[in-house]
């Protein structure tokens, strides 16, 4: 008995270490031996298809010359996802990196409700995170890739400089009226966090901003860096439904 109560004993102070090296993890962040994986979300649609595409060419390479000209002590890895198309070969591999195509995308669904645009992305993204083995320290940047990096880029030069210090990167609010403060809703066209929390997202059936924002939410205020701008050009919309007013990209 006495023997027993020893092995118990130490069975609880395990526990409780254990308990407390994790909370103690969270608190001051993950191992700084963790890869950045930008996933630059794409869908080709055959409406509007040469603006479009010029638009993926622009938006793709602004990523990837920030990738070449600046410089991190971690390994960054660039993957375009595409959910359309029904080839496996298409103009996205020609700029050399990895293109996951998932064929997640159904037309009919979005043209009822625009939000499910949010619902297939977030899929992809976590299509990607299974078939790289993305491992939870690991940073999650999703880029939509017709959109434009500013050359004056708070949010990847944050990502690249001090991304030790943070779990995620996020502008809260939306493009027309973005926060400084957590809220809600988010700027998805240039957002990150740890894989740990993208892997929680689910699409609610409201709105995908959202849910990465409701992730956000569940960090501590220390671990989030909020930007003061995303220096992100986007279009979102591109001048269809509720955004046909928007006629250009502005930025963010």
């Known amino acids: 008995m006495y023997i027993f109560g020893i092995i118990i004993s130490i069975v609880i102070v395990c526990c409780i270490y254990y308990k407390y090296s ?21 869908c080709l649609l055959e409406k509007d298809w040469e603006r479009r595409e010029k638009q993926y060419r622009e938006g793709i390479q602004t990523m990837i010359d920030y990738i070449s000209k600046n410089t991190t002590s971690h390994e960054v890895i660039p993957i375009i996802v595409e959910n359309n198309s029904k080839s496996e070969h298409t103009f996205l591999d020609e700029f050399g990196i990895p293109v996951v195509y998932t064929h997640s995308n159904n037309i009919e669904m979005v043209n009822s409700n625009r939000s499910y645009i949010g619902k ?13 083995n993305i491992r939870d320290e690991d940073y999650i940047i999703k880029f939509t890739g017709r959109y434009k990096l500013d050359k004056d880029c708070e949010f990847m030069d944050t990502l690249f400089k001090s991304g030790d210090k943070y779990d995620a990167i996020v502008k809260f609010g939306d493009f027309m ?16 966090m740890r894989c740990e929390y993208v892997k929680k997202i689910s ?8 849910d990465w924002a409701n992730v956000a939410m569940q960090i501590p205020d220390e ?27 502005f930025l963010v």
């Not at 699409?203 to 959202?210: A, D, F, G, L, P």
């Not at 671990?223 to 990209?249: A, E, H, K």
């Open 22 to 42: 994790r909370n103690n993890r969270k608190r001051e962040g993950f191992s700084s031996n963790y890869k950045i994986y930008i996933i630059i979300t794409t």
């Open 120 to 132: 297939f992305e977030i899929e992809d993204i976590k299509a990607v995170i299974e078939k790289f």
């Open 177 to 192: 009226s973005p926060s400084s403060k957590k809220m809600a809703n988010s700027i998805t066209g240039l957002i990150g």
């Open 203 to 210: 699409y609610n059936n409201q709105s995908i901003e959202h």
């Open 223 to 249: 671990r989030v860096y909020i930007p003061n701008t995303l220096g992100l050009y986007l279009w979102p919309g591109m001048g269809w439904g509720p955004m046909s007013n928007i006629t250009d990209y």
